[in-house]
Nanobody
Framework: QVQLVESGGGLVQAGGSLSVSCAAS????????IGWFRQAPGKEREFVEA????????YYADSVKGRFTISRDNVKNTVYLQMNSLKPEDTALYYCAATRSGSAPYNSYDYDYWGQGTQVTVSS
């Protein structure tokens, strides 16, 4: 069992930066791939970025390439998402999720555990 808690969301102007964190409980955290998803009002949940259990593989959506960076600290049981050059279209509720699926971690249905989300709002 893994419990996930996101933090760090907030309001930022376009072009600014924000970092969100995903803190996990559970001794098996380091065996999970962790992904970030986001959902804007009226839109489907979409994949943002993911990192493998040991950090050697990173997967990202084209929309955030070069702007968002994911990292993890398995000692602190925390995954970070650093978001730079934010745009109004990045506004959404950001969720972290955990999976042990061997598939490429782009699909939300492959994830077993989810956090409650943290709101990121980018003003123009």
């Amino acid at each position: 069992q893994v419990q996930l808690v996101e933090s760090g969301g907030g309001l930022v102007q376009a072009g600014g930066s924000l970092s969100v964190s995903c803190a996990a409980s559970g001794r098996t955290f380091s065996s999970y791939t962790i992904g970030w998803f986001r959902q804007a009002p009226g839109k489907e949940r979409e994949f943002v970025e993911a990192i493998s259990w040991n950090g050697d593989r990173i997967y990202y959506a084209d929309s955030v390439k070069g702007r968002f960076t994911i990292s993890r600290d398995n000692v602190k049981n925390t995954v970070y998402l650093q978001m730079n050059s934010l745009k109004p279209e990045d506004t959404a509720l950001y969720y972290c999720a955990a999976t042990r699926s061997g598939s490429a971690p782009y699909n939300s249905y492959d994830y077993d555990y989810w956090g409650q989300g943290t709101q990121v709002t980018v003003s123009s």
